[in-house]
């Protein structure tokens, strides 16, 4: 009873937030807590059924914060497709993140585009970041599983249906259909596609992930 009173207060409050600076929501958002926000939200998208844990115990994992969305510089962009669940996981963008429809972003899983501070190491600590020179769009296409701890760096690109391995740093493209892991993660084997359809989880599942 606690735990959907939870859901329903988290998420007609972030719901009312994120509409209120400009973000562009779909229908049967569901929150269970509050996600941290920010940047101009006028770029961001959130798809139907999109489903977001905040509180540790809103998933056996738990997880260490809440969702944060960050929109960075002039060309930030996030847009998270219908039927995704995030725990406790951080989107920054400063180029442009797309998740595709019906992905799972396990707990404390980072995504960013960006490396935040410029090359040269002259004025590096207080110079504004030169975020075109800096920043590369990710991609992350359809029923896509993210384990737990991962972190998905710019310019990567995971094809759909792809599995990526718990504590696993992303570069560059993974194959669709292919489970990959490690530091840096590679391809280990690949997936039947019938297989990774039936795997995925409906949307009244989605929210509850590990």
């Known amino acids: 009873m606690l735990r959907g009173l939870v859901w329903r207060l988290s998420t007609f409050v972030a719901c009312a937030r994120l509409r209120r600076a400009g973000a562009q929501l779909g229908r049967n958002l569901r929150f269970y807590g ?3 926000a920010s940047g101009d ?5 959130l798809g139907d059924n999109v489903a977001m844990i905040n509180r540790p115990e809103g998933t056996a994992l738990g997880v260490r914060a809440p969702t944060i969305l960050r929109i960075l510089g002039p060309d930030g962009r996030i847009d998270i497709g219908a039927d995704t669940g995030i725990s406790g996981g951080v989107v920054c963008s400063a180029a442009g993140v797309t998740i595709g429809r019906r992905c799972l972003i396990g707990a404390d899983v980072m ?27 990710v991609v992350i296409e359809d029923d896509v599983f993210v ?3 991962s972190k998905v760096m710019k310019g990567t690109h995971i094809g759909r249906g792809s599995i990526i ?4 740093l992303v570069t560059g493209v993974i194959p669709p259909f292919s489970i990959a892991v490690g530091n840096p993660a590679r391809v280990v084997r690949s997936i ?9 989880p409906s949307p009244e599942d989605v929210a509850d992930l590990g």
């Open 192 to 200: 039947e596609p019938g297989a990774s359809a039936a795997a995925m």
């Open 111 to 137: 995504i960013f585009d960006t490396d935040f501070h410029n090359t040269a190491a002259e004025g590096r600590r207080y110079a504004a970041p030169d975020w075109p020179a800096i920043s590369r769009p």
């Open 147 to 149: 384990g737990t701890g």
């Open 34 to 36: 509050l996600p941290i």
């Open 41 to 45: 939200l006028r770029r961001l998208r």
């Open 165 to 168: 391995g718990a504590g696993s």
